[in-house]
Nanobody
Framework: QVKVEESGGDLVQPGGSLRLSCTVSGLTLDRRAITWFRQAPGKEREGVMCISGWGRSVYYGDFVKGRFTISRDNARNTAYLQMHHLKPDDTALYFC?????????????????????WGQGTQVTVSS
């Protein structure tokens, strides 16, 4: 049974930083892309950042603007999302998703239907 578990969400002040973790069990990750999505109340789920199976490609939403980085440790079956310079607009439930392929490409990475496994999400709240 595959389990995807996110952690690291918290309440943080504007301008602050957080690191989210995504740990996957029951599945070998090295041939699968991992993406962080987020969903704010009343808004659609949107792709944040994606890293390909071997870490050679990274895709991200325009709103990231150099503030976030994504990384993965295949030996630990874990991916990370490091976020800096957080804004109130970053407030959302952040999900980790595992794709069915190593590299979903620039046109496919932010399409939720392509992902086989999802976590329950971790809440990020940016507020003073």
């Amino acid at each position: 049974q595959v389990k995807v578990e996110e952690s690291g969400g918290d309440l943080v002040q504007p301008g602050g930083s957080l690191r989210l973790s995504c740990t996957v069990s029951g599945l070998t990750l090295d041939r699968r892309a991992i993406t962080w999505f987020r969903q704010a109340p009343g808004k659609e789920r949107e792709g944040v950042m994606c890293i390909s199976g071997w870490g050679r490609s990274v895709y991200y939403g325009d709103f990231v603007k150099g503030r976030f980085t994504i990384s993965r440790d295949n030996a630990r079956n874990t991916a990370y999302l490091q976020m800096h310079h957080l804004k109130p607009d970053d407030t959302a439930l952040y999900f980790c998703a595992v794709h069915g392929y190593p590299d979903p490409s620039t046109t496919g990475w932010n399409i939720p239907n392509g992902y086989e496994y999802w976590g329950q999400g971790t809440q990020v709240t940016v507020s003073s």
